[in-house]
């Protein structure tokens, strides 16, 4: 189990990163909190939002921070498989060398994650949930740090191919980026006035804060976080409840189990605490469960969101003292 001290010295780490992170990405707090969650409990990252709202610059910015090795990819309907793996090319003395593609990195930028075509879309699969890529045969393991941050515009959908519901179960959160608020937005326009650029990494004024011995070490921490029997029964409530409400039809897996604990534990972290309690649980439900649930046809025709039904779920099911 993780020392008081421990935890006091993860969650200053932690806290020097985020606050690098809202000194570029105005007004996004919630958003920022969600990613760094994510990024202690060693999970991949869904950011959805319409275009211009800051999803690409908090990834950019998060590389800067941590001093990781950062690639984009832009994903396209004519993307394969082998762009984003690599292959195997015919060496000059004969025989065959892998040459990795851009998925080997420590921090990946998933850019219009929805564009790509099923074959593209499985061979990330594989990359997330094994963290690692099968080219002719052979596994290569990706670098220990590997983590994807993927972005998809809900409003457009020419040319998009829907990600099926087992990549989704890969996303450890979905994370939502809204409009800003109307004082915020001025600030940005003000800060564009004072120099910044967001296609020009040294306008942001970002400090290395970590590297990746930093992120295992905070991963580490979570991981050691202590969740009493209590908080793993309601963990189990929640999760069985979505299988079970009427305004759901289809619940989440027990890998959304494993992730809303996983989620807790760094969430408590990030608080400086050696324990879970029910209100980290509650805090990150939406974040986990959102992409991993269906709301009823016509309840969603109503406008009931998936967050609004996990809202009620949550209410409906007992909180552990």
Known sequence: MITEDEARAAADAAGALA??????????????????????????VL???????????????????LGLDFRRIQFTPDLMPSDITGVSVLAPSGGFTFRPGPLFADLILGDEINRAPAKTQAALLEAMQ???VTVDGTSHPLP????????????????????PEAELDRFFVKVIVDYPAEETE?????????????????????????????????????RRVRAEPP????????????????????GASPRAGVALLKAAQAAALLDGRTFVVPDDVKALA??????RVTVAPELELEGVTADAALGALLDSVEVPR
């Open 130 to 132: 094994e963290r690692s």
């Open 47 to 65: 950011l959805e939002g319409v275009p211009g709202t800051a999803k690409t610059l908090l990834v950019r910015t998060l590389a800067l921070a």
């Open 286 to 291: 939406p974040a986990v469960l959102r992409h």
């Open 186 to 222: 001025r600030g940005i326009l003000t800060r564009v006035l004072g120099g910044f650029e967001s296609d020009i990494p040294s306008t942001y004024g970002v400090s290395r804060v970590m590297d990746a011995a930093g992120v295992a070490a905070l991963r580490e921490s979570a």
């Open 231 to 250: 908080i793993v029964a309601y963990v189990t409530a929640v999760v069985r409840a979505t299988r079970s409400a009427p305004a759901l039809t289809l």
């Open 144 to 163: 220990p740090s590997f983590t994807v941050f993927a972005t998809q515009n809900p409003v457009e959908f020419e040319g998009t191919y829907p990600l």
């Open 19 to 44: 606050s690098e992170l809202r000194g570029v990405v105005l007004g996004q707090d919630a958003a920022i909190r969600d990613a760094v969650v994510a990024l202690a409990a060693r999970g991949h």
